[in-house]
C-alpha cells in the first residue's frame, strides 16, 4: 500500500495557505501555513470558521464534487437505466446510494439564492 503521509501534509498545508492569504492572516516566512493558520485561530479568526474554510478547500482540491458529480451520473444515467441487468436487492441499494449522493452533493453546494 501507498504511504499517503507525504501526500496529506502536502494536501494539508496547500489548503491552509488557500485560508491564510484568502482572509489575509499573519505567515511568517519559512513558517508552515498550517502553524501560521493554527496561531490565528481564536484570536484573527475564530475555531469553527478557520476549520470550516479548511475542510471547504481540501474538499475542492480532492475533487470531491467532481467525483460525487461522476459517481451520480453512473449510477443514474448508466446502471439504472438497465435494472434488468441487476438483481432487485442490488436496484434498491443503487438507489439508496444514488438518494445519499445526491444529498451530500447538496450539502456541499451549500444553501442556495
Known amino acids: 500500500m501507498t504511504d499517503l ?3 496529506m501534509e502536502d494536501l494539508a498545508e496547500k489548503a491552509a ?3 491564510v492569504t484568502a482572509r489575509g492572516l499573519a505567515h511568517e516566512a519559512g513558517e508552515s501555513a498550517v502553524t ?3 496561531w490565528a485561530q481564536g484570536t484573527t479568526i475564530s475555531y469553527e470558521d478557520a476549520f470550516r474554510a479548511f475542510a ?3 474538499i475542492e482540491e480532492l475533487g470531491v464534487p467532481d467525483l460525487l458529480e461522476a459517481k451520480i451520473e453512473l449510477l443514474g ?3 439504472l437505466d438497465y435494472p434488468q441487468d441487476y438483481e432487485p436487492d442490488d436496484v434498491a441499494r ?3 446510494e444514488l438518494i445519499r449522493l445526491r444529498s451530500l452533493q447538496q450539502m456541499l453546494a451549500g444553501p442556495s439564492g
Open 5 to 7: 503521509t507525504g501526500t
Open 17 to 19: 495557505a488557500a485560508v
Open 36 to 38: 501560521a493558520l493554527g
Open 56 to 58: 471547504r478547500t481540501l
Open 77 to 79: 444515467e448508466y446502471k
Open 94 to 96: 443503487m438507489q439508496a
